[in-house]
């Protein structure tokens, strides 16, 4: 595998099914590098040995200190998903208190493709900086899969995290990086 996509995750439902979207994209020809928000690795936690085992690389929930060596290889394209309302809004705010986001919003200026996608129910997306944050991204350069050919919002707790379109998002991933 020569091409690293770092698969990054907050916690929302579709999370629990990470294990097969890495799977997935490993057999896309994929180094997957896994990072995700505090509460998704909370969420993950007896999972964690697992998936590293299964990535082949430390998962990340937290930035290194000052001097210790980057892990992990260089990113060709990077997918938050599934990204929530706080992490949007983060990211396009500019505010990396979460590995994850910091990552992400230096990716923009590293000029690393982008893909993210929300998985944020309908009352959430009544908030009118969530519009903003995505038109935000999308200015940014990044490939937000929201609405129309992405994540369409459901009612709140009418969510069905196995129907999440992760195949949309490693599909995105994949044309952005010219695969």
Same mark, same amino acid.
């Given at each position: 595998? *020569?091409?690293?996509?770092? @698969? ?20 896309? !020809? ?5 990072? @995700?928000?505090? *509460?998704?690795?909370? &969420? /993950? ?45 983060? &990211? ?52 937000? /899969? ?19 379109? &992760? ?8 044309? /952005?990086? !010219?695969?």
């Amino acid at each position: 595998m *020569t091409r690293t996509m770092y @698969l990054f995750a907050s916690a929302a439902p579709p999370v629990f099914d990470i294990a097969g979207v890495i799977g997935d994209a490993q057999r896309r !020809g994929w180094d997957v590098c896994l990072g @995700l928000t505090p *509460t998704a690795a909370d &969420w /993950l936690e007896d999972s964690l040995e697992g998936l590293a085992a299964l990535t082949g690389h430390s998962v990340r929930s937290r930035y290194k200190r000052p001097g210790e060596p980057d892990v992990w290889p260089s990113a060709d394209v990077i997918v938050f998903a599934p990204i929530t309302f706080n992490s949007v809004n983060s &990211w396009a705010l500019g505010l990396t208190h979460h590995f994850v986001v910091g990552v992400a919003a230096e990716g923009i200026g590293k000029g690393i493709p982008i893909v993210a996608m929300p998985c944020v129910n309908a009352a959430y997306v009544q908030h009118h900086q969530f519009e903003e944050s995505v038109a935000k991204l999308r200015a940014m350069g990044v490939t937000v /899969l929201y609405g129309d050919g992405g994540f369409v919002p459901n009612q709140p707790g009418t969510g069905k995290p196995a129907d999440y379109p &992760w195949h949309r998002a490693l599909d995105a991933a994949a044309a /952005l990086a !010219g695969a």
